[in-house]
């Protein structure tokens, strides 16, 4: 039987800064309608995947990122 692979998070990886006034990072942990990627797909450690979640809302309230989109 074959064992999984574990996951590596990428923000811990490749030393990625979260901020909300780089929306085009954040965008990479949304999907194309606006919502936040769960953690199993973004494959991202939790505490990496609570400060993506914190950062995207307040880029959010910033009016930097749409709540949702049009499908």
């Known amino acids: 039987m074959r ?3 574990r996951q590596v998070c ?3 990886k490749h030393n990625i800064q979260l901020n909300y006034k780089r929306p085009e990072e954040l965008r990479r942990y949304m999907n194309r309608l606006g919502k936040i990627l ?4 973004s494959r991202l450690c939790a505490k ?3 400060r ?3 950062e995207i809302k ?3 309230v ?3 990122l749409p709540y949702e989109v049009e499908p």
């Open 3 to 5: 064992r999984k692979r």
């Open 10 to 12: 990428e923000v811990c």
């Open 38 to 41: 769960p953690r199993r797909v």
């Open 48 to 50: 990496h995947q609570r």
């Open 52 to 54: 993506v979640s914190r």
């Open 58 to 60: 307040r880029a959010r």
């Open 62 to 64: 910033m009016a930097l």
